[in-house]
């Protein structure tokens, strides 16, 4: 019902700047949360930076002063800024969308993923 599709990605240099966006579609009744994670390889799935809808953006500490996290509500969207990359962001990204979905006739929540994007930092 609810779909994610990611956008961007890709092989950069270090220091160089990359965009990711995500867009929600569906039978949405309201987003309550949209949010950027990334895992490398051996690693734990981490949060990077979330943004609920009315409130104020929540990013990692390893992300603070070089990545922005913004919404366009009426888009659904939500948007990664990526600044200043560094070898360690290296990692698959993944979005997520939390909120109220009608399925079937009924409002229920979902919490739903995007397909991943690789995002590679190497000179």
């Known amino acids: 019902q609810v779909q994610l599709v990611q956008s961007g990605g890709g092989l950069v240099q270090p220091g160089a700047p990359l965009t990711l966006s995500c867009a929600a579609s569906?039978?949405?009744?309201?987003?309550?949360?949209m949010g950027w994670y990334r895992q490398a390889p051996g690693n734990q799935r981490e949060l990077v930076a979330t943004?609920?809808?009315?409130?104020?953006?929540n990013v990692a500490d390893s992300a603070k002063g070089r990545f922005t996290i913004s919404r366009d509500r009426a888009e659904n969207t939500v948007t990664l800024q990526m600044t200043s990359l560094k070898y360690e962001d290296t990692a698959v990204y993944y979005c997520?969308?939390?909120?109220?979905?009608?399925?079937?006739?009924?409002?229920?929540?979902?919490?739903?993923w995007g397909q991943g994007t690789h995002v590679t930092v190497s000179s």
């Open positions: 997520k969308a939390n909120g109220i979905q009608k399925y079937r006739g009924y409002y229920e929540p979902f919490e739903l």
């Open positions: 569906g039978s949405i009744v309201r987003i309550s949360e």
């Open positions: 943004i609920p809808t009315g409130g104020s953006a």
